[in-house]
């Protein structure tokens, strides 16, 4: 395994609350990882913060209807490192956010949020292979090709947005809880689909509070608390540990 994406004493404020705290953690290439705990935990916030979603700038401070965000740390990823970059920039070296809530553009057809996800690459026949490969991995919505994204159910549009984020083949893909809101049939099927992507080779970092689920196709597992990761492993080994359990994953 060689290392994909390092993150390294990252932490970030909302004004005086501390959401991320001096937090490090590592990514290997090929793997599924996933971000588990409690809700507040700074789950999402270190994912958008990881891909540019939360902006850094060179003082690292901005003001936002929330109030002045506070940023520091670094973030390399594939060897470069991206914390000061634009998320547009960062989505061109590959790391990919599918984000919360599946957000596709509601008013556009299937396709063309499909080929939304491809916008970067100018290879024709390239892109016609990444709809086959999206078209095998969520059948579903070829038979939804020119209907209107809105009108999806919410799994679908869920799948819509994990194949849209899939398109351009990124390095990274992350996914930011994918089960909300969705029926438990649903959900296993999209857990399903997450881990047939880490199958054909795409390293994943997901966001999740389906733990009991996760655990099953997660690699490794980070568990946070408060804006820091209070433990690492397997499902099985912090399944193990009594107080884990019990405290942080409600198990």
Avoid at 68 to 79: A, H, R, S, W
Avoid at 175 to 190: C, F, Y
Wanted: glycine share 8%; charged share 25%; net charge positive.
């Amino acid at each position: 395994m060689t290392l994909l994406l390092e993150v390294s004493h990252l932490t970030v404020c909302y004004d005086k609350a501390m959401l991320i705290n001096d937090l490090s953690m590592g990514v290997d290439r090929g793997e599924l990882v996933s971000l588990v705990g409690p809700n507040g935990a700074g789950k999402s916030t270190l994912l958008r913060s990881i891909t540019g979603m939360v902006t850094w700038e060179k003082r690292v401070k901005r003001r936002s209807a929330q109030g002045e965000i506070t940023i520091q740390g670094e973030v390399i990823f594939d060897g470069e490192r991206i914390d000061r970059i634009p998320a547009h920039d960062i989505v061109k070296r590959g790391l990919i956010h599918c984000p919360e809530r599946r957000r596709p553009f509601r008013e556009m057809t299937v396709r063309d949020n499909l080929l939304a996800g491809a916008f970067l690459l100018k290879d024709k026949k390239q892109v016609e292979e990444n709809l086959k490969m999206v078209h095998a991995l969520f059948p579903i919505l070829k038979g939804r090709y020119n209907q209107i994204s809105g009108t999806l159910s919410g799994g679908e549009q869920q799948m819509l947005a994990i194949g849209r984020a899939i398109m351009s083949i990124p390095k990274l893909l992350c996914i930011d809880e994918p089960s909300t809101g969705l029926a438990p049939i649903m959900r296993r099927e999209v857990f399903e689909k997450i881990l047939e992507i880490s199958r054909l080779g795409i390293t994943v970092l997901l966001v999740e509070q389906e733990v009991s689920t996760v655990f099953k196709i997660s690699t490794r597992n980070y568990v946070l608390s408060s804006g820091k990761i209070i433990a690492e492993g397997s499902g099985e080994q912090l399944l193990q540990d009594e107080v884990i359990r019990k405290t942080y994953l409600g198990l």
